[in-house]
C-alpha cells in the first residue's frame, strides 16, 4: 500500500527501520558500554552510572537464577518510578523471565485477577506494600516474594529521614522473615557479577505481559515479545530527530507500569544513553524544581501534566528553557495548551497515539516539519495504517471517511495471553484493529473520532466501565449499573455511573461509592453515582451510553453523591 503519510517525514527520520536481532537488555547494555561513567538515574539528587545500573541488572538476573526462576516464568513487579524498578524490570528479562508490570493503585481484587491469570511465580515490590501482597498470597500462584524500599535508592541523608517521615505517616515495617520472602538489596549484594547464559528468539520470545482491556471485555494480557519492544523503542528514537546521544536529560514522571511510560520513558531514553530523572508519583511542584534543576530536555507527558504546569500560578519563575521536545499521550492535547506549554517554554510539544497492543507508539506529529493541530500525526517507520469500514471490516475506505483505525508493524504484539479468540477479533493478516474510530486526511494524518467505546480514559489511565459495574453490581441493592467517561477540564475524562436499585432495596450514592472504593484502584472509582429507575436501552437491549453521558452533564443533587477523600484525589 502506498504510505502516503512518507512525504512528510524530516529530514534524519528513516522511512523504515530494521530491528536488530536483540533482547530488551541489549539496549541497556550497548548504552552501558558507550556512556559507562554517564548518569543513568537520577533518584531524588542521587545519581547512578550506565556501568552501575547494568551491573546491578546482571546481578539481579544472577539472584533470579539463583532462586530458581526458570526462562518462560512470569515475573511481576510492583513498583513506582525508582532505580530499582529498572534494576527488576531489565535483570528479570536478562534472565528470560516475563516481567508482568502492575499499578500500585491496584486493589487487592484487581491484583488477584492478574496474578492468577499470568501465573506470576515471583513479585518485586515495595516493603510498604507487602502486608496487602500477604493477604492475597495464599490465593495467588506466588512462590517469591522480593521486598524493596525507597530508602535504599536515596541519598544521604534522605535515607536517613525517610523512616521517620513513614512513620509520621503511620505507615510501620511489617515484613515476614520467612525463607520465601527476600530482601532486593541483600540479593545485589550477594549474587555474582556474570548473569545467566539464556538463549532466546527475539521475535517469538515474550518478554512482557501487559494487561489492557484491548478493544473488548475484561483485562488481558497482551504478549509483546522482545522484538516489539525493541523495534518501537527504535522507531520512537528515530522519531526524535535531533536526539543526541548520550547528552540528553529525560523526565521519567510517566510511570514505567503504563506501557507509554515504559517505553518512552525508560526504553528509549536509556537506547538514547540519556539521564532519567526518576520521579515515582506526579508532584507538580518538584516536576517543575527537576526541570529547572537538571536542565531536562526531553518531557514526554499525558495532557494533564501540561494542563497542571501552564495553570501552575508562578510558573514564570521557573526556567524551563532547557526543554526540548515533548510527546503527549492516552487523551486528546487541548490545543490551547498546547499552544500555551510551547509560548512558555520554547519547546516543541506533539501529540501521538499508540495503544497496548502496540507496544505502544504507532503514530506521532512531527517534531519538525509539518504538524496538524487536532492531529494525532502519521504512522511511524515501517508501520503501516489504513481505516477500514466499521460493518465489515475488510473494506478500506477513502480519505476523509471515518472508519476503524488500523496499524501493522514490528511492534504489535503476538496476541493475548492464553486468549486466542480474543486475538482473531483484533489481529487479521497482521493487522490490528484498534476499535479507535478515526479518519485519514489526503496527506496520511489521521485524527480520532471516537475512543473505543468501553474505555474511558482519566488522566492516562485506562478505566473498563465493565470493571466497573460489575463492582456496582456486586452490591446486595443494585440491580442495573453503567459507568460512562464525562470530560473532565484536568484529566480529559472523570468516571460517573447510573444505577438502578432492586426493587424495595434501598442504598444512598454515597455508600455506593464507598463500595466502589473497597474493590477498584482511586481512578476507576466514579466520581459522581446517579440513581435512576431504568437505564436507557436499544430494541437489543443495549445500554445507550451516549444518553447517559448527557445525562451525566445534568447534575440530580437529590440523587448523586459525588466521590470523596482518596478516591477523588486528581491523578496525571
Known amino acids: 500500500m502506498e504510505r ?4 512528510h517525514y524530516p529530514e534524519g527520520v528513516p522511512h523504515d527501520i530494521e530491528p536488530p536481532n536483540v533482547t530488551v537488555p541489549h539496549l541497556l547494555e550497548a548504552s552501558a558500554a558507550r556512556w559507562g561513567e554517564r548518569p543513568a538515574t537520577i533518584f531524588f539528587g542521587k545519581r547512578i552510572t550506565y556501568r552501575q545500573l547494568w551491573r546491578a541488572a546482571r546481578r539481579f538476573a544472577s539472584a533470579l537464577a539463583g532462586l530458581g526462576v526458570a526462562p518462560g516464568e512470569r515475573l511481576a513487579l510492583l513498583l513506582p518510578n525508582c532505580p530499582q524498578a529498572i534494576i527488576a524490570y531489565y535483570g528479570a528479562l536478562l534472565a528470560g523471565a516475563i516481567v508482568v508490570q502492575h499499578n500500585p493503585l491496584y486493589t487487592e481484587r484487581e491484583l488477584e485477577f492478574q496474578l492468577n491469570d499470568s501465573e506470576s511465580s515471583t513479585l518485586v515490590t515495595l516493603e510498604i506494600f507487602y502486608s496487602r501482597i ?19 535508592a536515596l541519598p544521604f541523608p534522605l535515607n536517613l529521614l525517610y523512616p521517620l517521615k513513614a512513620r509520621r505517616q503511620g505507615y510501620k515495617r511489617r515484613v515476614d522473615t520467612e525463607p520465601s520472602v527476600f530482601q532486593f538489596a541483600r540479593l545485589l549484594a550477594e549474587a555474582p557479577e556474570a548473569a545467566p547464559e539464556v538463549r532466546l528468539d527475539p521475535a517469538q520470545t515474550v518478554a512482557l505481559l501487559q494487561y489492557t482491556g484491548g478493544t473488548t471485555g475484561r483485562a488481558k494480557g497482551a504478549m509483546l515479545t522482545h522484538r516489539n519492544l525493541v523495534a518501537n523503542s527504535i522507531q ?7 536526539a543526541e546521544e548520550g547528552r540528553e536529560v529525560w523526565m521519567s514522571v510517566l510511570p514505567f507500569f503504563h506501557v507509554f511510560g515504559m517505553t518512552v520513558c525508560m526504553n528509549v531514553p536509556i537506547s538514547l544513553g540519556a ?14 524544581r527537576s526541570l529547572q534543576k537538571y536542565r531536562v530536555t526531553m518531557f514526554p507527558g499525558v495532557p494533564a501534566m501540561y494542563v497542571a504546569v501552564v495553570n501552575q500560578p508562578g510558573i514564570e519563575r521557573y526556567d524551563l528553557s532547557s526543554v526540548k521536545y515533548c510527546i503527549s499521550g492516552a487523551a486528546p492535547m487541548p490545543e490551547e495548551v498546547q499552544r500555551r506549554f510551547e509560548a512558555l517554554t520554547g519547546a516543541t510539544l506533539i501529540e501521538g497515539y499508540g495503544l497496548t497492543e502496540a507496544s505502544p507508539v504507532t503514530h506521532a506529529n512531527p517534531l519538525r516539519g509539518r504538524r496538524k493541530i487536532g492531529s494525532i500525526g502519521v504512522a511511524l517507520p515501517s508501520t503501516e495504517c489504513k481505516v477500514v469500514d466499521l460493518d465489515s471490516g475488510t473494506r478500506e475506505v477513502p480519505p476523509g471517511e471515518a472508519g476503524d483505525l488500523c496499524v501493522r508493524g514490528p511492534q504489535v504484539m503476538r496476541g493475548y495471553w492464553r486468549r486466542p479468540e480474543e486475538k482473531q477479533a483484533v489481529l487479521r493478516d497482521g493487522w490490528l484493529h484498534t476499535g479507535d474510530v478515526a479518519r485519514l486526511d489526503e496527506d496520511g494524518y489521521a485524527y480520532l473520532l471516537e475512543r473505543k467505546k468501553e474505555i474511558i480514559l482519566t488522566g492516562g489511565y485506562n478505566v473498563y466501565p465493565r470493571e466497573v459495574e460489575e463492582v456496582l ?3 446486595p441493592a443494585v440491580l442495573e449499573a453503567a459507568a460512562v467517561g464525562v470530560p473532565h477540564e484536568k484529566l480529559g475524562e472523570v468516571v460517573q455511573a447510573f444505577v438502578v436499585l432492586r426493587q424495595g432495596a434501598t442504598a444512598e450514592p454515597q455508600d455506593l461509592v464507598a463500595h466502589c ?6 481512578y476507576k472509582v466514579p ?6 429507575r431504568e437505564l436507557p436501552k ?4 443495549k445500554v445507550l451510553r451516549r444518553v447517559l453521558q448527557e445525562e451525566a452533564r445534568q447534575p440530580a443533587p437529590r440523587q448523586t453523591a459525588a466521590a470523596s477523600g482518596e478516591g477523588t484525589e486528581e491523578h496525571p
Open 538 to 541: 436499544t430494541l437489543i437491549g
Open 4 to 7: 502516503i503519510w512518507l512525504a
Open 236 to 242: 520512537v528514537r528515530h522519531w526524535f530527530v535531533g
Open 275 to 288: 539521564c532519567l530523572v526518576l520521579m515515582p508519583q506526579f508532584d507538580l511542584r518538584l516536576l517543575l
Open 134 to 152: 500477604k493477604r492475597l498470597r495464599a490465593r495467588t500462584s506466588l512462590r517469591r516474594i522480593i521486598i524493596t524500599s525507597v530508602r535504599e
Open 527 to 532: 466520581r459522581t453515582i446517579h440513581l435512576r
Open 473 to 475: 453490581c456486586q452490591h
Open 517 to 522: 472504593a473497597a474493590g477498584l484502584a482511586a
